[in-house]
């Protein structure tokens, strides 16, 4: 009996381990011997959960619908949200760290500076420490939730996939149909094939591309996730695996497929009905209706030739502030809203595409969008399937920072792209010396 009793104690301290959302009331039994006898300890139940943790953000709307929707399954949990502007927030962090003021509990690393967050000593907790498992996320995102000291740290809350939106009704005036998907081979074919046949067809009146900066983007980051990186350890290979990018836009500004539209204009350029092709992310899906109030019916997504590429997604982190208890609930926080189909419910319908294989593999979705007449999830996941493992450096933000900088100058000054290749590469280096 005595026997009986310590294994009891024992196996009641072993409860407080991974949080797990309870399903029922259903108690654990442990059976301590080959007998009747039976310890039995309570399961945590939702509710048992107390406690508070702070969130930093700069997108209110969504985070007010998550928490709600976690408040709903686990009401003792309070989340304090701080919301900043989103190019506030990856200083703001830096500047915290590094003077050893008070960071949230959970933070968010946007595509920009996630590899920069990923560079960070001992700042984040190992997620397999708090009940989180890497091979339960989908192989495209492998590389880039493991921190430089190959641990666990990041679940992506939505995968930014690089798309390219456009009008269908201009699609079918100037090119015949308005399904283009796989009707490209290339960027060189969508280029050299779709630009010429816009201009030549509408007189040109209309453009393919919007401006250089939205079409750099598109060719550098698809070359990136083809394989040619920006760094090969501290060497920059611009020149090497991206010249080809310059030389692409180099051929668009020239023979006028690009409307060169930037600030209102280029908003305004979603409803005017002037520009095709719209290289961008698939979180587009919920803001193309504010841009073309009226243009449900006439848009739609097609992948992008060649590859698809990455261009965006935002991960959480769960900062070390030393407190396992609220680790823990951070835990409970990220797991419910990201892994549970309730939370990707609210995560799905803000245009966030999961990470998680489980979720991934039902395709979860909102069903078919009518602005679309198509179900955007669906088609994004099947393209998720297909696409490599991504990379995110820490240099990332400054060196995409440069070669757009560099792809503007030529759309605004003339200049030739092996000049607007060696500009990128001077602005880089004199930004980082660490880069050779």
Known sequence: MVCVFTI?????????????PATDSTSIAVTATDTATTTVVAEKQPADYKGEISVWT?????????????????????????VMGWGDYEPKFTTAKAAGSALPDVALAESYWWGKFLSYKDTFVDLSTVGFNKDDLVDAVSKVVVNEQGKFVAV????????IWYRKDLALKYLGTEDLNGKYASWSDLINQAGKEIKEKSGG???AFTNATDLIEGLYCSLKTSGKSYLDGNKLMVKENDS????????ALKNGYVAKVNGPAMDASWSKGDVVFFPSAGWREGSIPDSDKTG???WSVMSAPG??????????????????????????????????????????????LSAVKAIADKKLSNGVNPFYGLDVTSFLYEILSKMPPANYGKSDNLIETEMKAAALDMEQSGI???????????AIKSKDEGIQ
């Open 8 to 20: 009891g104690i024992f196996a009641a301290c072993g409860t407080s381990g991974t949080p797990t």
């Open 58 to 82: 700069w997108w209110k709307p969504y985070f007010d619908a998550s928490i709600a929707d976690f408040n709903a399954a686990y009401p003792n949990v309070k989340v304090n949200l701080t």
């Open 156 to 163: 992506p809350q939505g995968v930014g996939i690089g798309v």
């Open 205 to 207: 009146k209309a453009f």
């Open 244 to 251: 080809e990018a310059f030389n692409l836009l180099d051929v």
């Open 296 to 298: 449900s019916g006439r």
């Open 307 to 352: 590859s698809a590429y990455f261009r965006g997604g935002t991960a959480e982190m769960i900062v070390d502030n030393k407190d396992k208890d609220k680790a823990e609930l951070a835990a409970l926080f990220i797991k419910h809203r990201l892994f549970s189909d309730a939370g990707m419910q609210v995560n799905i319908k803000n245009g966030n």
């Open 416 to 426: 030739a792209p092996d000049k607007a290749v060696d500009n990128a590469i001077a």
